[in-house]
């Protein structure tokens, strides 16, 4: 239970990383990673994982 | 560069003369209207007689906000917040955000650190650097850690310089306590709509409360948000300019609206700039083929909405990182490797001061100039409306060669005065890629609505291209003043075409330059 983001289709414009509720998500090489531990899919905070609805790249933060 | 006095000059100016230059300074204040229309060129459009002094003393060397500064006045952009909350129809977020950038621009991202760095270094080399802005690469306002951190270092290293932010507006409102905080008095918010139906044909989505929102419910979200923000910018005292990306077909009209609305919310200036679309961007609007308005359809609207409310005509569409005077960019000099290698950076304050009261100098003996050339209109009569172009590197005189012009500026001359109207990108064209002949084509399909085109020199071979337009090439009025020049070779047309030696025809349109720009 956890996402991931394509990497080739990341612009690293760190949307993503301050609205994760469980900071899961940090800049690595550039661009943006998701560290599965820490990734909950938002189950229970939210009613849909933050960073996918806020990337601005369709279907580049997707379930593993 | 446009650098009117050399700063090397500076250090032979004695203090009682720079006491002088201030007195004269305290004999003209500000510059003065030009009677005519009540509105010339000075100011954002405006001068003090129509605006509050304590409004005109925040706008006056403000390059974007006064159309009379750009002429003499820098800005730069740091590039230090890429992440945005929207999506806009004409954007594609692997480039700069495209409401305050041009398309297919791709700035150099900074840390706030880096960013407080390259600022130094920038003020110290062009000390007619007055505004320090960030607009991107994304949305200022969706980081605003990054956004008021830089803010906070600048403030502190070089305290003259004038903040300013740009926005869309939907995280606005509970971050104007922080804006006025840190003492940005200027923030500029892209308002492209006021109505939902419109409003979701050019937003697909907005993120707001941890939820992406769509189509008509998220445009909704977004016209009420700007519209909140602006009214808690104007309450709060800081000056908001309202930028519009005209899109023919889905709200050229619809602006006049939102014109309307702005300005009953105390908007200061409105700058309706044209749509940039282009397939290579691989923006939404770009690959359906919406196109972006001619030059005579953004003048037309720009004037519908002139009223009694400032318009901006001079915004060039700047990228994230642009440095320099509105129309230059010279940011490849201050790139981040650069400023790594430099270890001490002196930042002179006294020296930017005296630079900047000759700069002011130079600007009061040319709205005297103008002045003077008014007075002598008045003795003539004809509803004769012309548009010139020319070819500038800033100080608000003629001092480019044709060849070498990356813009032209447009200004519109009638017995009311010459007024600055807009200006024309033309840098691809003499640069890169194209023959000769063909370059010099996109340039007079660039100004074909002019009727001469003022310049420091030109060759013979463009001379004859230009005549055979229809277009007058004119270098008469070299190094001289841009408007005292406009309102001189007016003067001389009218009468040419009284004596018959000359018939008046109504010129055509012009086309607005499409493409990523180097600049
Ligand atoms: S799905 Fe939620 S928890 Fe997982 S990385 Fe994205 S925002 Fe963080
Ligand atoms: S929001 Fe999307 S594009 Fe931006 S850094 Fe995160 S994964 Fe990359
Ligand atoms: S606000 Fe700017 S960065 Fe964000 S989507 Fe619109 S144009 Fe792009």
Redesign the pocket.
Known sequence: MAYKIIASQCTACSACEPVCPNAAISQKKGVFVINPVDCTECEGQYDEPQCAAVC?VDNTCVPR | MSQIISLSSLQTIRPEVREQMKQTLADHQGCGTSGGSGKSSCGSSAGPADMAPEIWEKVKNHPCYSEEAHHHYARMHVAVAPA?N???N??N?KYD???ESRPGVVSEKLTPEQAARKVLAVASTIPQMTVLGIA?P??SLANPAKTFETFERISKVAPDIKLCLST?GLALPELVPMIKNYNVDHVTI?INMVDPEVGEQIYPWIFYKNKRWKGRDAAKILTERQLEGLELLTSAGILAKINSVMIPGINDQHLIEVNKAVKSRGAFLHNIMPLISEAEHGTYFGLNGQRGPTAQELKALQDACEGDMNMMRHCRQCRADAVGLLGEDRSAEFTLEKLMEKTEIEYDLEARKAYQELVEAERQDKVAAREKEMAEMASVESDTKILIAVATKGGGRINEHFGHAKEFQIYEVSTAGAKFVGHRRVDLYCQGGYGEEEGLDTIIRAINDCTAVFVAKIGGCPKNDLQAAGIDPVDAYAFEYIEQSALAYFKDYVARVESGELVHTARGDAQIRQGAFAA
């Open positions: 601005p | 945005c929207i999506q806009c004409y954007c977020r955000c495209a409401n991107g994304g949305d869309n892209t």
